[in-house]
């Protein structure tokens, strides 16, 4: 989650946040411009976008890694988010609003609630296909970076960045992306965790849980925690194994 594309460059993303209210507490729509000042428009707009946006950008971040949402079409799941980001937001008018004018009932949230949830899951919807575009778009540049490349070994290799050396320990699925581990230190880079399996030979190791993929001689032992069981690699990495995984680990003879 904390290398969710929904999460970077926040304080940006922010900021245009900003800009959009100090538009909206000049103009004062939803009838704000009658019941507020130019002021108490501009913190209201302001607090209540911030809220909203986070919520959108944080709740995106989160059921991207969250099976089986992740696998949903991007609308879909970003229809949802800001269904559960609206409840926020409503929130958010209410305190404000009694904050720096008179009290909203609470018991006019069911009232606000649907005009902000089709306003959250637009603005969700917009921002979740942006997303995807731009992700495509780095994808395709990588893979036209990757097939100018020398074609000695398998393919994978030629993505990871050269500071990391070549000794493979695990990779590791984050969101969009996937990050790099091996002897040096780790790093991430665009691309799914079953497109860079296809460009491994099956020999060099084991996928042993749905994020994870272990290298083989990256094992030093394996441990329990609970009913988890876990491969310990040579550089202190802790990798959970699956049960669907299990049977995998046990074949690398990682697991008695």
Do not use: C
Request: charged residues 20%; glycine residues 8%; without cysteine.
């Amino acid at each position: 989650m904390r290398e969710s594309p929904y999460l970077r460059r926040l304080s940006w993303q922010l900021l245009g946040v900003l800009i959009l209210a100090v538009v909206l507490g000049v103009t004062g729509p939803f009838g704000t411009y009658g019941r507020l000042d130019l002021g108490s428009r501009l913190v209201f707009f302001a607090a209540v976008g911030a809220v909203t946006w986070l919520a959108v950008a944080l709740l995106a971040a989160w059921l991207g890694g969250v099976e089986p949402i992740d696998r949903w079409p991007v609308y879909v799941r970003m229809t949802l988010v800001g269904l559960l980001a609206a409840i926020l937001s409503t929130a958010a008018v209410i305190v404000v609003h009694g904050w720096i004018s008179w009290p909203i009932p609470w018991r006019a949230f069911a009232e606000i609630y649907p005009d902000n949830a089709f306003l959250t899951v637009v603005l969700s919807v917009l921002v979740g296909l942006s997303v995807e575009q731009r992700l495509h778009a780095r994808a395709d540049a990588e893979r036209a970076r990757v097939a100018e490349l020398p074609q000695a070994g398998p393919d994978f290799f030629r993505r990871i960045p050269p500071a990391l050396g070549r000794d493979l320990l695990a990779l590791e699925m984050e969101d969009h992306y996937l990050r790099i581990h091996t002897a040096v230190g780790s790093d991430l880079i665009l691309l799914r965790l079953r497109d860079a399996l296809t460009e491994l030979d099956p020999s060099r190791g084991r996928q042993v849980h749905r994020s994870w993929w272990v290298a083989d001689g990256a094992v030093t032992t394996s441990e329990r925690a609970g009913a988890r069981s876990l491969l310990v690699l040579r550089n202190g990495l802790k990798v959970p194994v699956s049960k669907s995984f299990r049977d995998q680990a046990r074949e690398m003879g990682w697991l008695s």
